[in-house]
């Protein structure tokens, strides 16, 4: 090698190195963020009780409790198992516990979570926690909901450790997932649409973070840009369109969206299911005027009405799918059964029924909607135990055919296979969760409280 070669080898190398560095270092300082002071957690009575109460309905449009309770375990805990594509992520205690929730966070602290996805230490947050929808809150609603959390009972509990492969587990990767996909901002207002639009489209963008579980994700779990509400997943879930995309065969209107939010069940369309359930639990104790701000901006973005065809059932050629949907189903789906005749809905109404997969027709086949205490709606049996994938794949094939003119769903046996594996995955974390919150006494006091009230309503029946 010639002195000239070498030295420009050296030049190149030296020019590398400086560049890495520089990435390296640029990298790094994204990456970093300084931790924020802890205080001493605010006295309850600090906070306004209009602001706290403001806190409490934004806190129920957005679901805190139902991703941050575990199964059995004290409200906003933490603990739940999410599963995401990518592993299992165990929602974290946003109770005002100082060493294991956010008992020591400023408001500063909280804002920052929710607008940037940064806890208080300087750690990036999972997107599981939906702050690409929370960055675009106001100031005051971020204010009202860390009032309602700083006042709710302090709960000294730690959720188990995610289960994430590496290098997915090095959570300072978030920074560049951040660069791609967060886009901080307040909400803006259209001034060309009324104000009621505007609530409505506010709580489904921001708070409400609708899009979170209907809009699909690309392949870094980011949600496809232009696909707004389009349909995407939830806990091995389908979470339909709520856009011009939407199968549902009739029409949602305002006045059916706003029953449908509130009692999680519409006669017109028929009843929530998996995840849906318990977001329509929280949404019944939502102020009537905020339910209504809602449905009318969802209703604005669904489809025209199609036109009006009366069901026509259609013959089944497989005999023993129609004797299994006779046995199993038709003593409640059935045109002549008792709960159809007092005006439930024609599976022919069901979205679930007409929608281009069949994961939710499985999914409730399989695990039904279990009976909840304290709460009003439908109750169906699964048949998990029951039935044989061929028979579950029998029963959605003959829905299908049956009920709507909709091509019929491929590969259906593979689609109950797949269907029961998820559940096991996910029945899985569930377990790993709550063997941990068994290990803690303030879970176990919890789950006592409510055997004892359980057995109460118990023997208030018999």
């Known amino acids: 090698m010639t002195q000239l070669a070498a030295r420009r080898l050296r030049r190149l190398v030296l020019v590398v190195a400086v560049v890495l560095f520089g990435g390296g270092c ?71 516990d100082p060493t294991t929730g956010i008992g ?51 709960v000294h509990a730690v959720a188990p450790a995610n289960r994430l492969p590496f290098p997915l587990d090095w959570r300072p990767l978030l920074a560049g997932w951040n660069l791609l996909y967060l886009h901080p901002g307040v909400w803006r207002p259209d001034p060309a649409q009324s104000a009621e639009w505007n609530r409505g489209a506010y709580l489904v963008q921001a708070l409400g973070h609708c899009g979170a579980c209907h809009t699909p994700r690309n392949g ?69 005027a905020d339910l209504h701000a809602i449905a009318v901006y969802i209703a604005t973005l669904m489809p025209p009405a199609p036109p009006t065809v009366p069901p026509r059932p259609a013959p089944v050629a497989d005999s023993s799918a129609t004797a299994i949907f006779a046995g199993a189903c038709g003593a409640c789906h059935a ?11 024609s599976l022919a109404r069901s979205t679930a029924v007409n929608a281009t997969t069949p994961r939710n027709v499985i999914a409730i086949i ?23 994938n061929a028979q579950v794949a029998a029963i959605a094939a003959y829905v299908r055919a049956h009920y709507t003119d909709r091509p019929p769903w491929p590969h259906l046996p593979a689609a109950v296979r797949a269907a029961r594996h998820d559940q096991a995955l996910h029945a899985a974390s569930r377990s790993q969760a709550m063997r941990a919150a068994s290990r803690d006494p303030a879970v176990r006091a919890a789950s006592r409280d409510q055997i004892v009230r359980a057995a109460s309503r118990d023997g208030d029946r018999t």
């Open 26 to 96: 640029t990298a790094g300082a994204i990456a970093w963020n300084p931790p924020i002071r802890p205080i001493a957690a605010p006295a309850p009575a600090s906070f306004p009780a209009a602001t706290v109460a403001q806190g409490a309905t934004l806190a129920a449009i957005g679901d805190c409790a139902v991703c941050h309770t575990a199964a059995h375990g004290a409200p906003f805990a933490g603990g739940r198992p999410i599963p995401t594509p990518f592993g299992t992520i165990y929602a974290t205690n946003i109770t005002p």
């Open 335 to 345: 045109a002549d059964a008792p709960m159809t005749r007092d005006g439930a809905p």
């Open 366 to 388: 399989l695990h039904g909607l279990p009976w909840r205490d304290g709460h009003a709606g439908p109750y169906m049996p699964g048949f998990a135990d029951a039935l044989t």
């Open 104 to 154: 020591h966070w400023s408001l500063a602290a909280f804002r920052r979570a929710l607008r940037h996805g940064i806890d208080r230490r300087g750690e990036h947050l999972y997107p599981a926690l939906p702050y690409t929808h929370f960055t675009h809150a106001t100031d005051a609603d971020i204010a009202a909901l860390y009032a309602f959390l700083m006042t709710r009972r302090p």
């Open 220 to 288: 870094l779990g980011a949600e496809e840009t232009g696909q707004a509400l389009a349909g995407g997943k939830a806990e091995g879930w389908y979470a339909p369109p709520l856009q011009a995309g939407s199968p549902a065969p009739h029409k949602w209107t305002v006045a059916e969206l706003t029953t449908y939010l509130r009692t999680g069940v519409d006669r017109a369309h028929g009843a929530a299911a998996g995840p849906m359930r318990q977001v329509t639990d929280e949404l019944a104790t939502v102020p009537a």
